[in-house]
Nanobody
């Protein structure tokens, strides 16, 4: 089992920045990739950014150039630096990881961007 805990959400105004953190605990060896997803009210959960074990990254087109995903030195922490925030970035953000074919999710952290 892998336990994910997110932090860093909150309220921001358009153009401001927030940084999300997610720390994995438990059986963290062999985690293949970690990522961030988000779900806005009435919408499906969508991939925001992903980082592999080899530190390759992938971003949704809507956040490219504004968001940056990175991992901590111990590889069990993942960050999402969100710059130039827009109201459409408002959502609950979930940390995700995959280990041996199983997906694990954090509890989610709310990000609200006001105009």
């Amino acid at each position: 089992q892998v336990h994910l805990v997110e932090s860093g959400g909150g309220l921001a105004q358009t153009g401001e920045s927030l940084r999300l953190s997610c720390t994995a605990s438990g059986s963290i060896s062999d985690i293949a990739a970690m990522g961030w997803y988000r779900q806005a009210p009435g919408k499906q959960r969508e991939l925001v950014a992903l980082i592999t074990g080899g530190d390759s990254t992938n971003y949704a087109d809507t956040v490219k150039g504004r968001f940056t995903i990175s991992r901590g030195g111990a590889k069990n922490t993942v960050y999402l630096q969100m710059n130039s925030l827009k109201p459409e970035d408002t959502a609950v953000y979930y940390c995700n990881c995959n280990r041996w074919g199983a997906a694990y999710w954090g509890q989610g952290t709310q990000v609200t961007v006001s105009s």
